[in-house]
């Protein structure tokens, strides 16, 4: 089982700062979207600029999940 980890906007539109996710392993960045954009509609106006980390790096929609991998959720961020 991951785990899912909401930061900042995609937090807000989850309404949590974390869930579990029971996937299969070797599930794309895409599938992933996919769910949690089902599973919480409103992430669907954080995910045009967000970016997947799983592990602590950052993926492409290409790269696959395991079974027990920390997936963050991070939308885009600014300051000076």
Do not use: K
């Not at 089902?38 to 602590?56: E, H, I, Y």
């Not at 290409?62 to 000076?80: C, K, M, N, Q, Y």
């Amino acid at each position: 089982m991951s785990r899912i980890l909401f930061f900042a906007q995609a937090r807000d539109a989850a309404g949590c700062g974390e869930i579990e996710w029971r996937n299969q392993g070797g599930e794309t960045a895409g599938i992933l979207w996919d769910w949690l954009v089902c599973t919480f509609p409103d992430l669907g106006s954080v995910q045009a600029g967000a970016r997947l980390a799983r592990n602590g790096h950052y993926l492409s929609d290409g790269e696959t999940f395991g079974t027990e991998d920390e997936i963050a959720v991070i939308p885009p961020v600014s300051g000076g």
